[in-house]
C-alpha cells in the first residue's frame, strides 16, 4: 500500500514539473528579452558603422533637390544586393526653367501714393515644363565611415522614362471693360507682348486640362555624403549631373526655339531611413 502512494506522488510531482516547463515566461521575462534584443541590434550597428561597413538590408529616401534650371522632389526605395550595391528604384517630379525667364511684378499707384503690386509672373513665357520620371539603378558604397562622425560616400546611378509634361502659361491683362486671361496664340501675340497691360500671372489656376505629354528618357550620376550618425538613419547631401532627352521638342518661351535635349545640374537634400 505504501509502495502505491509513493508511486503516485511520483507520478504526480512528475506530471507538475512538466507542467510548469512549459507554462509561457512571464511578461516580464518577454519585455526584458525584447529589450535586449534591441540593444544588441543597435551595439551590432555601432560596432559595423565603426568600422565602415552597412548594416541594412533596404532604405526608402525622400529628396529636395535644387537644380541649375529648376527644382524637383524625388522618392527612393533601395534593395541590399551585397553589402557596399544596392539596386535602387526612383520616382521623381519637377519643373524646368528655361535660361530666359525672369520673374516680374506689374504695379500702379493709388491716388494715395500707395503702390498695388499683381501677381508675379515671366513676360514672354509660352509653356510651364513639368518633367515625371520613373528610374532604376544602383548605389555603391565607395567610402565607409571610419567612426560615428565619419561621412559616407555613395556612387549613384540611375536611368530610366521621363515624361515631359507642357501646361500653357496664361497671364492676366488688361482690357476695355475689365480683364482678361489668355495664353499666347499667333491671334493673340500683341496682346500678349505688350508689357504695359500685364496685371500678372494667373499661378496654378489654369492650363491643366490643355497640357500636352511628350515622351522621353533620362541618366543621371552623382555622389552621395552621408553623415548621419546610425545606418539606419539617411541625411546627406547629393550633388549630380544628368540629361533628359524627348521625342519631340518643348517650347518654353515665346520666339525661343524648343528643345530635345536637356542637361541638368544638381544639388539635394536627402533624408531617409534603413532596415
Given at each position: 500500500m505504501l509502495k502505491?502512494?509513493?508511486?503516485?506522488?511520483?507520478?504526480?510531482?512528475?506530471?507538475?514539473?512538466?507542467?510548469?516547463q512549459r507554462q509561457p515566461a512571464p511578461k516580464a521575462d518577454s519585455k526584458q528579452s525584447e529589450k535586449l534584443e534591441k540593444r544588441n541590434r543597435i551595439n551590432a550597428m555601432i560596432r559595423n558603422e565603426e568600422e565602415g561597413i552597412p548594416a541594412f538590408a533596404k532604405h526608402a529616401n525622400f529628396s529636395f533637390k535644387s537644380n541649375h534650371d529648376g527644382y524637383g522632389i524625388l522618392f527612393e526605395k533601395g534593395k541590399m544586393k551585397t553589402p557596399y550595391k544596392s539596386s535602387i528604384f526612383q520616382f521623381e517630379f519637377g519643373e524646368k526653367h528655361h535660361p530666359k525667364e525672369e520673374k516680374q511684378s506689374s504695379s500702379e499707384f493709388t491716388n494715395s501714393g500707395f503702390a498695388i503690386f499683381g501677381r508675379p509672373f515671366v513676360f514672354g513665357k509660352q509653356n510651364i515644363f513639368y518633367q515625371l520620371k520613373l528610374g532604376v539603378g544602383q548605389q555603391r558604397l565607395i567610402g565607409g565611415k571610419g567612426n560615428k562622425n565619419g561621412v559616407a560616400v555613395y556612387a549613384i546611378a540611375v536611368a530610366g522614362f521621363s515624361a515631359g509634361l507642357a501646361r500653357p502659361y496664361y497671364m492676366e491683362f488688361s482690357a476695355p471693360g475689365g480683364t482678361e486671361k489668355i495664353k499666347f496664340?499667333?491671334?493673340?501675340?500683341?496682346?500678349?507682348?505688350?508689357?504695359?497691360?500685364?496685371?500678372?500671372?494667373?499661378?496654378?489656376?489654369?492650363?491643366?486640362?490643355?497640357?500636352?505629354?511628350?515622351?522621353?528618357?533620362?541618366?543621371?550620376?552623382?555622389?552621395?555624403?552621408?553623415?548621419a550618425r546610425f545606418n539606419q538613419v539617411v541625411s546627406a547631401i547629393e550633388v549630380g549631373f544628368g540629361f533628359d532627352y524627348y521625342a519631340q521638342k518643348i517650347v518654353q518661351m515665346v520666339d525661343n526655339p524648343g528643345k530635345s535635349f536637356f542637361p541638368t545640374g544638381s544639388i539635394g537634400l536627402v533624408f531617409g531611413n534603413r532596415k
Open positions: 502505491q502512494i509513493a508511486l503516485s506522488l511520483s507520478f504526480s510531482l512528475i506530471v507538475l514539473l512538466a507542467t510548469a496664340t499667333e491671334a493673340k501675340r500683341s496682346t500678349f507682348l505688350s508689357a504695359d497691360r500685364i496685371i500678372g500671372g494667373t499661378g496654378l489656376q489654369r492650363g491643366w486640362n490643355e497640357m500636352k505629354f511628350t515622351p522621353g528618357a533620362y541618366a543621371k550620376g552623382g555622389l552621395r555624403f552621408d553623415w
